[in-house]
């Protein structure tokens, strides 16, 4: 089966930019998360969406980061303005449900100059 | 609050040896412990979960609830395990379950 898509793959911006990452699930899966990777260290969840519906976004600083998931099925997560400590990696993950195995993306590393 | 702690940012060992990989835990309930591994350029997959009681390319992992640890081992280490390896925790009930909580991760080496 087709993995999970993201786009794009690299993104370099200067700061207070704004910037949109895409992700296009598993065909199937209902669960889909957003999570962020600072160099160094393992990913930290920023929002996890069951369908349409955000049902984790504790962790998303929301004075700048938006997610929408239309339809239950692509994602975007949206940062605005970006902001130096943005530059990281983010990494959709989906699965067939909350209980089941999370399949990662390739991720988008984002510079924020 | 849920908190993964893997000591060992980086581990080396000569192949055929054996390897472990140490995670440590807290969590209040009774949590689901995970091996994430990431291959050089491919993606985050997952090795093993501990209710699957599983050994996967030679790897096992027991959950010692008396000292919150979920250590990866492998008897005999080969060069194709060299990758980066990251210990996550869920929890379980309402919204905390498929909320991974991950530890820094181990880079493991095996050298020829």
């Known amino acids: 089966e087709a993995g999970v898509v993201q786009s794009p793959r690299y993104k370099i911006i200067e700061k207070k930019q704004p910037v949109a990452f895409w992700c296009n699930p598993i065909?199937?899966?209902?669960?889909l998360y957003w999570y962020r990777q600072n160099l160094g260290q393992g990913p930290e969840l920023l929002i996890r969406y069951e369908n349409e519906e955000a049902v984790d976004d504790s962790q998303l600083p929301k004075d700048r980061f938006s997610a929408e998931r239309l339809k239950g099925v692509d994602s975007t997560l949206k940062i605005q303005p970006a902001e130096l400590g943005d530059s990281a990696v983010y990494l959709c993950a989906t699965g067939r449900s909350s209980y089941n195995e999370q399949f990662f993306g390739p991720g988008t590393r984002l510079t924020v100059l | 609050a849920q908190r993964v702690t893997q000591p060992e940012k980086l581990l080396s060992v000569f192949k055929g040896a054996p390897v472990e990989l140490k995670c440590n835990y807290s969590?209040?309930?009774?949590?689901?412990l995970f091996w994430y591994v990431q291959y050089s350029r491919q993606r985050l997959q997952l090795l093993l979960r501990?209710?699957s009681r599983e050994s996967i390319k030679g790897f096992t992992a027991d959950l010692n609830k008396g000292e919150t640890s979920f250590h990866l081992k492998k008897p005999f280490a080969q060069e194709e395990d060299s990758a980066m390896y990251y210990c996550a925790l869920s929890g379980h009930g309402g919204t905390s379950y498929g909320k991974l909580t991950f530890g820094q991760g181990t880079i493991l080496t095996v050298h020829p």
């Open positions: 065909s199937g899966h209902n669960t």
């Open positions: 501990h209710i």
């Open positions: 969590y209040s309930g009774s949590p689901e």
